[in-house]
C-alpha cells in the first residue's frame, strides 16, 4: 500500500497527460489487485470457517443456513453463493453428503442400530435418513453395513489362510 501511495506522490504533473494517465491507470490496476487479493482472502476464510462449524454440528437436525449464517456473521444469501462459488456445491448437498460419510463411517466400524446412526448425523426419522442413504450412497444402509461386513469377514479370511 506505501508503495502506491509513494507512487502516486511521484506522478509530477509536468509530465504529459498520456503518461500522467498511464501512471495512475498503473496505481489503480496494483490497487484494484490488492482488494481483489484481500476479498479472496476473506472469502476463503469464510468458507473455511463455514466448513468447520459443519464438522462440528453436522449432527444437529436443526442445521440450517440460518444457523450458519449467524455462527460466520455473514448473510443468507451470500453464505450461498459464497459456498457454492468457491466449492462447486450446493450447501444443503454438502451437509447431506458430509452426514451420509459419517453415517457410512458409523455404519462400518460400529454396531450402532441404523435409528441411532440416523439420530446421530442429523436426521430426526430413520425413515428420512434410509432414503436420503439409498439416494446418496446407492444402496440401503442395511444392505452397507453386509457388504462391509462380509468384506472385513473375507479379508479376515484371507489374513488368517496367509499366516497358515
Not at 500522467?20 to 482472502?41: H, P, Q, S
Not at 425413515?127 to 442413504?133: K, L
Amino acid at each position: 500500500m506505501k508503495i502506491l501511495i509513494n507512487k502516486v506522490l511521484q506522478i509530477q504533473l509536468k509530465l504529459g497527460v498520456t503518461q500522467v494517465w498511464e501512471e495512475f491507470e498503473f496505481v489503480i490496476n496494483e490497487y484494484c489487485g490488492l482488494i481483489n487479493n484481500r476479498k479472496k482472502e476473506m472469502d476463503d476464510q469464510a468458507v473455511k470457517m463455514i466448513i468447520e462449524f459443519l464438522e462440528e454440528n453436522y449432527g444437529d437436525p436443526d442445521l440450517c443456513l440460518y444457523r450458519i449464517s449467524e455462527e460466520v456473521g455473514l448473510p443468507e444469501k451470500f453464505v450461498s453463493q459464497l459456498f457454492k462459488q468457491k466449492l462447486g456445491q450446493y450447501l444443503s448437498d454438502y451437509i447431506e453428503t458430509l452426514r451420509m460419510n459419517k453415517a457410512s463411517e458409523l455404519l462400518s466400524t460400529t454396531n450402532k442400530t441404523i435409528e441411532e446412526i440416523s439420530l446421530e448425523v442429523g436426521y430426526n426419522s430413520s425413515h428420512s435418513f434410509r432414503r436420503a442413504f439409498k439416494r446418496v450412497i446407492h444402496v440401503t444402509p442395511k444392505a452397507y453395513r453386509q457388504a462391509y461386513q462380509v468384506d472385513s469377514w473375507e479379508n479376515n479370511i484371507l489374513e488368517l489362510e496367509k499366516r497358515s
